[in-house]
């Protein structure tokens, strides 16, 4: 299933005295890379979860937030550090002191400044908590993945109506290929009259050079790796697995070859068949650029 590398999911879920945030979310990249935001108490979740999140998703740059609230109060204590807090009084005393002013501090004061009150958790299971995380992160996942399937369906519609039309300008060379070697044959025998009269011609002369021209604008080579390719990539857009740099790929290989049918064909409509290849190619690399 073709799949955009452009996604969002979110789920909230309460489970055994949690509630549960996931979001998801993800933008084009060349490779799988992964941020989180994950609260300090629960950091051991972020490796867990690259790992996890990275063995569905193959490419993109994914962020990933992770909210946990604990609505068990036992579940965690709030503490004087009494070495900072001690300090704090101290210096405000001489301040009071120096500058002759009322000590009008208390507790509440005290308490607002930083590391002067610690939260301390409980222990807990690490396993558990992930198990929790995991299935609230698989229904984040789920909406992510779907709406990266309802893009790479859309993509490869498009992908596959342009592949139709460079096959029919691939058709269209492949037939008016051959026409031109039978212009320049009259052409050249036309110009040959004109400068020679109605003297005989050299026939094998004439052959030789047409056979010459032909093959140098000969495409056939072209066409026919243009149409493997084009083939390999309507089974690309068929595929299970992230194929996105394959076509990539691909797409550099089509551009080359319609490159070479443009300097070999000497002739105005089998140049403007390859400009049209060329537009319909660039339009699929940038979609290419989004695909999974």
């Not at 709030?78 to 507790?107: H, M, P, Q, R, W």
């Not at 509440?108 to 958790?121: C, E, H, P």
Request: overall charge negative; hydrophobic content about 40%; proline content about 1%.
């Amino acid at each position: 299933m073709l799949k955009s590398m452009t996604g969002f999911g979110r789920a909230v879920e309460e489970i055994e005295g949690y509630i549960i945030t996931v979001e998801i979310k993800s933008v084009n990249h060349r490779y799988f890379e992964f941020n989180s935001r994950i609260p300090r108490a629960y950091g051991f979740l972020e490796d867990k979860l690259k790992s996890y999140i990275g063995s569905k998703v193959a490419r993109g740059k994914v962020d990933c937030f992770v909210g946990i609230e604990a609505l068990n109060t036992e579940s965690a204590d709030v503490v004087v550090n009494n070495t900072i807090a001690s300090a704090y009084v101290k210096a405000l005393k001489e301040l009071a002191k120096t500058y002759d002013l009322k000590e009008d501090f208390g507790a509440s004061v005290i308490g607002r400044y930083q590391d002067v009150l610690v939260v301390k958790k409980n222990e807990e299971d690490e396993e558990k908590i992930f198990s929790y995380v995991k299935a609230v992160c698989d229904k984040a996942l789920d909406k992510f993945i779907e709406m990266r399937a309802v893009e790479g369906e859309k993509m490869k519609n498009d992908i596959s109506s342009r592949t139709k039309y460079i096959l029919d300008c691939v058709s269209f060379i492949e037939s008016r290929s051959p026409e031109t070697v039978k212009e320049y044959n009259d052409k050249l025998v036309a110009r040959v009259h004109d400068l020679i009269g109605d003297v005989s011609l050299d026939e094998a002369r004439i052959i030789q050079e047409v056979a010459i021209y032909a093959d140098k604008v000969a495409v056939a080579e072209e066409t026919v790796r243009l149409r493997s390719h084009l083939d390999q990539l309507e089974k690309f857009l068929c595929a299970e697995e992230a194929i996105g740099r394959k076509m990539d790929f691909l797409i550099q290989e089509i551009n080359r070859e319609a490159n070479t049918i443009g300097s070999k064909a000497n002739d105005v409509d089998i140049a403007r068949k390859v400009v049209d290849i060329k537009s319909e190619v660039e339009k699929i690399r940038e979609q290419v650029q989004n695909i999974e």
